[in-house]
């Protein structure tokens, strides 16, 4: 079992930059590949980013790519994601998740789940 625990989330006007953390308590983190989503009231959740157990191989969806930059600290159990140039689409509850195994492409992969932190970008 993983807990997760999302924080950085804000308000931020169209251009700015925010900084997303995620907290897992677990010490077997380095086995667990880890991964942002997003999702909008009304809207599937959609997948941002992933990153391998060590960090070595990431992903970004095309709508971030360029802007977003997902990073990972072991020896803390913590999840980052970097977001630039943030765009009003951008707004979404945002949450990480955990998949004890390789990296995953999609939402439903993954097996566990923060409670997810409100980014909201005003135009």
């Given at each position: ?13 169209a ?11 677990t ?60 765009k ?36």
């Open positions: 079992q993983v807990q997760l625990v999302e924080s950085g989330g804000g308000l931020v006007q251009g700015g930059s925010l900084r997303l953390s995620c907290a897992a308590s010490d077997t983190f380095s086995d667990y590949a880890m991964a942002w989503c997003r999702q909008v009231p009304g809207k599937e959740r959609e997948f941002v980013a992933a990153i391998s157990w060590l960090g070595g191989s990431t992903y970004y969806t095309n709508l971030v790519k360029g802007r977003f930059t997902i990073s990972r600290d072991n020896a803390n159990s913590t999840l980052y994601l970097q977001m630039n140039s943030l009003f689409e951008d707004s979404a509850v945002y949450y990480c998740a955990a998949h004890r195994g390789t990296m995953k492409f999609s939402c439903p992969e993954y097996e566990y789940w923060g409670q997810g932190t409100q980014v909201t970008v005003s135009s």
